[in-house]
């Protein structure tokens, strides 16, 4: 059975849609992958069009991505939560509580995935590179 991962970013418009495109590609059928935000303001909107241009060049299409918002529900599926940044992460630890530390982790392990919004589009590139990147710390074995 396949194990059950969530990216976590602010609003689910930049970077956990990418992760979730990167980790579903690297992670093949071991992963299955969704995203989600912690704010509702993207909610059903496509993801941020730089972002959807740093995932073509890097040969993604994250045009289908439309935004969601966080649920207990979306928690609770999950096997393990991989917030993009600290902030997030903490944000998660407060409005979920201690029963789900357990699933809650970085994504990039010990560090932030920048936010790349209202940057160019080198910013939201390099934050692509940089999840992209990242998907190497999940083929070996942090997610568990």
Not at 44 to 63: F, V
Not at 68 to 97: C, K, N, P, Q, Y
Not at 107 to 122: A, S
Request: contains cysteine; proline residues 5%.
């Amino acid at each position: 059975m396949p194990t059950k991962v969530l990216t976590v970013c602010l609003g689910n418009y930049c970077r956990s849609p990418f992760a979730q495109l990167a980790l579903s590609r690297q992670g093949g059928s071991r992963l299955t992958v969704r995203s989600a935000g912690l704010v509702s303001k993207w909610q059903d909107q496509p993801a941020n069009p730089m972002m959807i241009n740093a995932a073509r060049r890097l040969g993604y299409d994250l045009t289908a991505h439309r935004g969601r918002h966080i649920t207990l529900e979306t928690m609770g599926w999950a096997d393990t939560v991989l917030a993009m940044d600290a902030s997030v992460l903490a944000m998660l630890r407060s409005v979920f509580g201690p029963q789900y530390e357990s699933k809650l982790r970085l994504y990039l392990g010990d560090r932030d995935v920048p936010d790349p919004m209202e940057q160019d589009d080198d910013a939201f590139f390099d934050c692509a590179v940089m999840i992209e990147a990242g998907t190497a710390l999940h083929r070996g074995g942090l997610i568990t």
